[in-house]
């Protein structure tokens, strides 16, 4: 959707072979391979480096598609195997890597990497060789500026519009109840600065003005100038535009303040498992958008939450449910068509995303013609030592929660 600054893994591993058997669905058209052949998805992640947090997690993501649909029978008859290789977070290496598996290896389809920094020039190679390029983790503005014909984003709404909700219920507060000023911290990442912003605009436009807006580098570690200024500025809302340990480092500096805002909002790093330990248990009142609940009673959620945990011993979260809807969105255009290999199949497949809706683990899906998803965020909130949906109100799990608890 979904990001830098994480826990950096001095891990080498530079190619993973995962062979899985594949998908639930066959399909009407037959394919020019014969079912003996598996269908090879060629992916690149950020296994190493700045995103390998949530690279992991997109890399679960996708086995489980995969195993889940090989368990069902496969794709047209054939089973799938997912060829991975760490692209380190590198944006040379993701090309390098997009470059091989299309040009070298000859894979039969393609599936995005994770972060927008990593999806634009992943995305250029798709483009070049005509292939369908389903991506889970590049939200930014500028991935729908490039001029792609062949990209679609997989999840609920693009990076400006998650906070929709937050902003609506934020604007209709009573006017004497409503916050007057508001202070921003964002990564310089297109994704941490789009979320942020996306909310910013809007608050302004309200009559909320900004005291504070601050922009810091994706290695940033000390935040203790920052969360002075946010300080002093006694802003009533503070409002971080962060991946994870960025956003977890915000927040204890200015706990460390005893800065105590009437609303906090970080996107990302509040739904990261690690999130409530990392902080010191302190998260009550504090909120983030999210695109997946692994409680929504899609059918296809209900068997990818037992079957994930399963295989992994614990609950999904949002970068590998981003993942699995990537693999439920190509599935559906490869059924559809009847074919999964280079060539003019590509574009067959891309033609029918550009006309159909697909049903998934994040709720329906529908693009316009730059690949942006037509839908928005929910909004959670930690209460209790839980982080549940409170917004928008036909599907929150609990009440919103303002002004925010102490930390």
Not at 79 to 89: N, T
Not at 188 to 217: C, H, M, R, S, W
Request: proline residues 6%; negative net charge; glycine residues 10%.
């Amino acid at each position: 959707m979904h990001a830098t600054a994480r826990v950096k893994l001095g891990i080498a591993a530079s190619a993973v072979a995962v062979a899985l058997a594949v998908t639930g669905c066959t399909g009407d058209g037959g394919s020019e391979k014969p079912a003996s052949d598996p269908i090879v998805i060629g992916i690149s992640l950020p296994l190493t480096g700045d995103f390998a947090e949530p690279g992991k997690g997109v890399q679960r993501g996708y086995e489980a598609w995969a195993k889940i649909v090989n368990d069902q029978g496969g794709l047209l008859g054939r089973k799938i195997e997912l060829k991975i290789l760490d692209d380190q977070s590198n944006a040379d290496r993701v090309v390098a890597d997009y470059e091989q598996l299309i040009g070298r290896d000859k894979v039969d389809l393609v599936f995005g990497p994770f972060s927008t920094r990593l999806v634009v020039p992943a995305g250029r190679v798709a483009e070049e060789y005509g292939m369908l390029f389903v991506e889970p983790a590049g939200a930014a503005a500028q991935v729908f500026e490039q001029g792609f014909k062949n990209l679609f984003y997989a999840a609920p709404a693009v990076a400006g519009d998650h906070y929709n909700h937050l902003a609506k219920h934020i604007l209709a507060l009573p006017a004497d109840r409503r916050p007057k000023t508001a202070a921003y911290a964002a990564m310089d990442d297109p994704f941490a600065q789009g979320t942020a912003y996306g909310l910013k605009a809007k608050l302004e436009a309200g009559g909320i003005t900004t005291v504070v807006n601050e922009v810091y580098p994706p290695n940033t570690t000390d935040f203790g100038g920052i969360a002075a200024k946010i300080a002093a500025s006694k802003a009533d809302i503070v409002v971080g535009g962060s991946q994870y340990q960025d956003g977890v480092n915000l927040i204890v500096a200015l706990q460390q303040l005893n800065y105590q805002p009437k609303l906090a909002a970080f996107s990302t790093a509040p739904t990261n498992p690690e999130f409530a330990k990392a902080i010191g248990n302190k998260t009550e009142g504090i909120l983030a958008p999210t695109g997946y609940t692994n409680k929504a009673k899609y059918p296809s959620n209900l068997e990818f939450v037992e079957k994930y945990k399963a295989q992994f011993g614990t609950e999904p979260e949002e970068d590998e449910a981003n993942a699995y809807t990537t693999g439920q969105v190509v599935a559906a255009a490869v059924k559809a068509v009847g074919c999964a290999e280079q060539g003019e199949c590509q574009k067959k497949l891309v033609d029918w995303l550009r006309t159909n809706k697909v049903e998934t683990v994040v709720g329906p899906l529908s693009w316009d013609a730059q690949g942006r998803p037509q839908g928005a965020h929910m909004i959670q909130q930690w209460a209790g030592g839980d982080i549940q949906i409170v917004l928008p109100e036909d599907v929150k799990e609990a009440g919103f929660i303002y002004p925010k608890p102490a930390w």
